[in-house]
């Protein structure tokens, strides 16, 4: 396979055809806003300025109405009005977890819905954002890869989550006063539902608008990305996206990862490392973070430990430990609280910050791998799921 050539799936991923209509300029590049306004009308020797002034106002002010863009003339957002629109996923639910974590269900177009997750901490609040509706990967301990996968999101639908996000967190600032912006939503991270590297173009678009520091301007430090290993598109992602990337590993051999990521069938652990040890180098990033589940009897061994540490040498790494998130129908365990610290001390004794990620948002099912539409209500017995992963 050429490796600049864009990883594809089937028909069935391809976003459908949106009904005719305003367009909506929530998604949009720079430039294609630019070639929107030009196409109404807009002069193109003013067209730049009046894109830049109304990105403005949709991702640094978070307005809805052409009517309150207010250094536009009255014309000129009645011509608006009347070609685009600026709309966002519908919020069909909201949940709020005993600790604060936020869940919302958002129905994009089609009827489809995915989950956001909003997780506030002392010294950040991070978004956890979907990039398909389902998921292709089938990852056996995953409660998301249960969900058959539907679509790829727009980038519309992508940013459309952070957009949302800061609307129920109510932290948009206050036109004539610059210091109302809280920043309750300081990160984003792409491990909601999906593999974003199989939906690349529109994720990179959806991030760049995130970044622009002319609106929602997020660093690209602050933006993580989560790959179950899609190796070619990982050196596009440094080159075209820049921000920090995740890996869901979980596991030291090809044997027991074909089972937890069947995408190690296609590349494996030394084609997956091979693409991490240039990432670091190539995206200005400081370090690689890999997603380890602890699950009991499977992967969570002194043994793996040990060849973990071995397989990253070299790498810039640091190591989540993910207590596994029991489901309905779940065909494994959660590693004891015992067995998690003895695999934490020795990755941290070799050198490597090794934090053991606290669950978050279990009493609404938001926490790590149980994300999974609400219109998706189908469930797998444990045989069932045992059964397809051949355990």
Known sequence: MDAKAPITQDVHTIPRKLPEGPINLVGLTREKLRAALIEIGTPEKQAKMRAGQIWQWIYHWGVRDFGEMTNLSKDYRATLAAHFVVALPEVVTRQVSTDGTRKYLVRIAGGHEVEVVYIP????????????????????FCHTGTQKLVRNLTPAEIVGQILVARDDLGEWPVPGDRNLETRLLSNVVLMGMGEPLYNFENVRDAMNIAMDPEGISLSRRRITLSTSGVVPEIA??????GCQLAVSFHATTDEVRDVLVPINKRWNIEALLDALRVYPKASNSERITFEYVMLDGVNDSDADAHRLIELIKGIPAKINLIPFNEWPGAP?????????????????????????????GEDIMAACGQL????????????????????
């Open 372 to 391: 999974k539409s609400a219109t998706e209500r189908e469930r797998k017995s444990a045989r069932q799921i045992a059964q397809e992963a051949g355990l």
């Open 332 to 360: 494994y365990k959660r590693s004891s609280n015992n067995r998690i610290r003895a695999f934490s001390d020795i990755i941290y004794n070799a050198g490597y910050a090794s934090p053991v990620r606290k669950p978050r």
């Open 236 to 241: 596009r992602t440094a080159d075209e996206i």
């Open 121 to 140: 901490e002392t010294d950040r609040g991070t978004l956890c954002i979907s990039s398909q509706v389902g998921c292709t990967l089938t990852c056996t």
